[in-house]
């Protein structure tokens, strides 16, 4: 039985045990189907792929589910018995009622300490993207210098060929001149 039949056939048996609560499907048969699935739930759910904490909630839940189911069978249906037993009635809600309370707390303390992670992680991006930009920065400006180094050199190297020429012709005027007076 997969995870999700077992929610689908939870389902299916929490309706029967609220039919059978309200006097719709009232007999003996009704509870004794109910009291199958429940028991077919419970011994499957060592088999379900799922955590400690999960298994103990679904088990509190057929539990729950039984004891409703019990009290309802024992007084008769709804509205039956006295002021007692209304009270032991309102006893078990609030008791269900305390219990729901506290899976939410156990929920809600899941969802904080995702959120704690998730916000721990995003930080751990932003300083991530941090330090990237950073190397970006320091790439960039390392890149810029090297190009003015590149353009600076290409023009000392363009001067020292002019320099190079005219010391040449320099040279060769001279040369000239002193051919010519002799």
Known sequence: MSVAE??????????????L????????????????????LETSLDRLPLQPTEIQRRRRL?????????SQTATGGPGAGGPSQRQA????????QDAMIDELAVG??????????????????????NDMDQNLDAAQ????????????LKEDQSVWRLQLTVAGLTV???MLILLGFS
Do not use: C
């Open 6 to 19: 077992w929610d689908n056939e939870y389902a299916r048996l929490a309706r029967a045990a609220s039919q």
């Open 21 to 40: 609560r309200s006097g719709v499907g009232v007999g003996n048969d009704g509870d004794a189907n109910l009291r199958a699935g429940l028991q077919r």
């Open 141 to 152: 400006q390392g890149l810029e210098t090297e190009t003015r180094r590149a353009v600076r």
């Open 89 to 96: 009635q309102m006893q078990m809600a609030v008791q269900q």
């Open 172 to 174: 060769l005027l001279v």
């Open 108 to 129: 809600m303390g899941r969802l904080k300490n995702q959120s704690q992670a998730i916000h721990e992680e995003s930080n751990m991006h932003v300083n991530l993207l």
């Open 62 to 70: 057929i539990q729950h589910l039984k004891e409703t189911s019990s």
